[in-house]
């Protein structure tokens, strides 16, 4: 690109008021950069303007007036232009306060103003990477309520759709229903199932092929090129040995112009294998019920009538149920928190419906609910409320500590009830509430040709349920293009799970149509970005593939990196772990953030005047830092603020090179990890942190103070206390002194 450079200053929103926007033009203009103001760069006029300055030619653009948050489609001027903003505004003149020293507000606005004019001289525009054959059929797993809504949505959308299930019937447990949950006001009454509509609505669907009695046998490739190989249920099956892969069709299978010849090759014991291209996929596989045995007092296994939930559903399914029966929803503890595992709302739920059951069977029927917790959200409360007014239903929060063998009958004894007293219950029946495990805590139901492994669970804490960000990101996991919904991702109900597989349908397409135009589908959304590699100078040291939280990457057996462009989210971890800085985008690189830390004036004749670097992940950590601005937040002008796309893609040579030129101190600001995660890219925060405590070391062998070095963590609610946070940074750094390589 021939590029033709042009800088423009708004004084409006009290910048020009904060700084001398002339003196900033001439800051642009020093960086080879023509600058013009403006009162109001986001009006009609301002606006008018810059399109003046592009139909002569311009074609590189800064922008130095608010955040490049806000007023995007305002200065949007074309994918065939780059623009790169100045944050003159939110982290400027805004969080500086009315007794600021103007000397030091113009530094920090014309430090933002050379960084913007080096990140735009450094940047290119970026190729969208296009597969040559995509393909837009769409997979779906599991053929319950799940799987058949997301396969039933995804065909009304158009798209054909493949739904496997192990089972020689689809319906899943749904079939063994007796009622369902209440869909509609007054949300008191148990209605009739609906799946058998469900199932015939799919069966005759032109745009769906149902395959039951199939399972996956293995998952490779990337969105819109997915090579997903099935087998008949129950089959196993034996690896081939790896294909021998040469240098030159390394390099072509990089560029995605070979297949590679390993990914999802198997030899089977089972006659005729299929293997057939998706472009994503939506697990559905669903729950089973937790295993209760352990609880011994309970006597599940040992004492005949003392059943799960899910045995006593299948029993009111075919045949008439006890008169009296004890719904025992916890197993006893003495801690409030004590619940079977994976116990959940719908476990209540469930014994609500289930002593329903007892009433309308026996006519002077009695269902005790016995609970630790009762939980019904949303409109389910006037479920449970039904429930209460209910003659012949008893609930009680209360204790079981025994479940034993009485008059041929069973004796269930509490204590520690709202009744204030201890209970001995003679009853048929004990239920007992059994969680809803996800297939994928125990089930290897995915089978993925990938470097992270077969299956999802790389993350503990998400104790088996299919990974992803829950809050940011529902139905995505960890793997680009293979999204979950129903009970491989939380417990819930079945208007919940027709929703939810709504959803992760609609996922699904996205991200083929993403992967068609080349783009990222999140958390980058549209981003035409993707990683380039120079081989040459790669050591095979396998850190970008062992670091890359999304197996976007595979590697041969030397270590060569295999990139998939479709897998990857963007988020530059590998290459921020890449020691030998081989990795970058087109408009993100080592080389790019590196010039633009150094482009800052550090001054070397004024212990004042400290230098202390911020690489703030643009995520969370960014507009947090943004809204403490627009809440006039006072934060130290001595901090020049650089956004990341992810802290998982700090180099650590920005930190070596910053107190290198005589910067006093670096502080990454991101997102919580550990078991609170909040980061959008899941290890990125985690992994930075690792990589800076491996760096102060080296700063003490230099004769630096490790503490020069911190990371922070920050959520985006934080904006009240963000600018404490790193004003008491600064502080720290101003107790250290200035850095003693300044001038050198």
């Known amino acids: 690109m021939d590029k033709k450079t042009q800088a423009y200053i708004c004084s409006g929103c009290g910048i020009g008021a904060g700084v001398d926007c002339e003196a900033l033009a001439k800051v642009a203009t020093g960086m080879k950069f023509p600058c ?32 490049f948050r806000v007023m995007q489609d305002e200065f949007d001027f074309g994918d065939d232009k780059i623009v790169v903003r100045a944050n003159l505004r939110e982290q400027c003149v805004w969080c500086q306060g009315e007794d600021a020293d103007a000397e030091y507000v113009q530094e920090l606005a014309a430090d933002n103003i050379r ?29 319950g309520v799940a799987g058949l809504t997301a396969a039933r949505e995804a065909a009304k959308a158009g798209y ?21 949950f209440p869909t509609k006001a007054p949300w008191t009454d148990l209605e009739n199932p609906t799946i058998a509509t469900l199932v015939k609505e799919v069966e005759a669907d032109s745009n769906i092929t149902v395959k039951t009695e199939t399972e996956v046998a293995r998952i ?27 240098v030159d069709q390394q390099d072509l299978i990089a560029k995605g112009q070979m297949e590679d010849p390993n990914v999802g090759k198997q030899v089977y014991t089972a006659e005729n294998p299929e293997a057939l291209n998706f472009g994503a996929v939506v697990l559905a596989t669903g729950w089973t019920p937790a295993d209760v045995s352990a609880y011994e007092h309970l006597g599940h296994g040992k004492l005949k009538n003392v059943v799960t939930n899910a045995e006593f559903e299948k029993l009111a399914k075919t045949g008439k149920v006890p008169a009296k029966v ?19 709302s719908v476990t209540s739920m469930v014994a609500l419906k289930q002593a329903r059951y007892v009433r309308e069977d026996n006519a002077n029927g009695i269902a005790y609910i016995l609970y630790q917790h009762m ?55 004990v239920v007992l509430a059994a969680g809803m495990v996800p297939t994928t805590k125990h089930e290897n139901s995915i089978n993925l040709a990938y470097r992270q492994g077969p299956a999802f669970l790389d993350l503990d804490l998400f104790d088996g349920y299919a990974d992803s960000h829950f809050i940011c990101f529902p139905y995505e996991t960890r793997r680009t293009g293979i999204y979950t919904c129903g ?19 609609l996922k699904a397409i996205q991200c083929m149509e993403s992967a068609d135009r080349g783009v990222a589908v999140h958390p980058r959304s549209g981003d035409p970005t993707y990683p380039e590699f120079f081989f040459q100078r790669c050591t095979q040291c396998k850190r970008c593939t062992e670091e890359c939280p999304f197996g976007a990457l595979d590697d041969d057996e030397k270590g060569t990196p295999k990139p998939n462009p479709t897998r990857c989210r963007r988020c530059g971890t590998c290459m921020g772990a890449c020691p030998e800085r081989i990795i970058g985008f087109k408009n993100y690189n080592v080389d790019m953030i590196g010039s633009m830390i150094k482009s800052i004036e550090v001054p070397d004749d004024d212990e004042d005047k400290l230098r202390i670097l ?34 998982g893609s700090v180099n650590m040579v920005w930190i070596k090179d910053a107190l290198s030129s005589g910067m006093d101190g670096a502080i990454l600001l991101g997102c919580r990890y550990g078991d609170d995660y909040q980061c959008h890219f899941v290890k990125g925060s985690e992994i930075a942190n690792r990589r800076m405590e491996n760096i102060g070391e080296t700063l003490s062998t230099l004769g630096l103070e490790p503490e020069r070095c911190a990371v922070r963590q920050v959520a985006i609610s934080d904006y009240d206390s963000v600018a404490a946070v790193i004003n008491e940074f600064v502080e720290e750094i101003k107790g250290l002194g200035p850095n003693p390589f300044k001038g050198y």
Not at 495 to 501: M, N, P, R, V, Y
Not at 627 to 637: P, T, Y
């Open 36 to 67: 013009k103001t403006h009162e109001a760069l986001c009006s009609k006029a301002g606006r008018e303007m810059i399109e003046a300055d592009i139909a002569a030619g311009a074609n590189t653009l800064v922008i130095g007036a608010c955040s």
């Open 326 to 344: 004890a719904f025992v929803q916890s197993p006893g503890g003495a801690e409030d928190d004590a619940d079977f595992p994976f116990c959940n």
């Open 614 to 647: 911020a690489l703030v992940c643009e995520n969370d950590a960014y507009p947090c830092l943004d809204m403490a601005g627009m809440r006039h937040q006072k934060i130290s002008n001595l901090v020049r603020v650089v956004p990341v796309r992810c802290l």
């Open 115 to 143: 960084m913007a004019c080096t990140k735009a001289q450094k940047e290119e525009l970026p190729e969208p990477y296009k597969l040559e054959n995509i393909t837009k059929d769409i997979l779906v797993m599991g053929g």
């Open 487 to 505: 009970g491989v991702r939380k417990a819930q109900t079945m208007e919940e799970t027709i929703d939810d597989a709504t959803g992760a349908a």
């Open 220 to 246: 490779g490739g990337a969105p819109g090129a997915f090579k997903v190989t099935l087998k008949p249920a129950g089959t196993t099956s034996e690896w081939d040995a790896p294909a021998k892969v040469t």
């Open 160 to 180: 054909s759709v493949t739904l496997i299930e192990k089972a020689a019937a689809l319906g899943g447990k749904a079939t063994g229903w007796r009622k369902q």
């Open 375 to 429: 939980r019904t959200p949303g409109n389910m409360e006037m479920f449970y409320k039904g429930a209460q007014n209910e003659d012949g239903i008893m609930l009680t929060k209360a204790q079981v500590t025994q479940v034993e063998e009485a008059g041929g009958g069973l004796r269930v004894i509490a204590k520690n009830t709202l009744l204030n007293e201890d209970l001995e219950l003679d009853v048929d029946m």
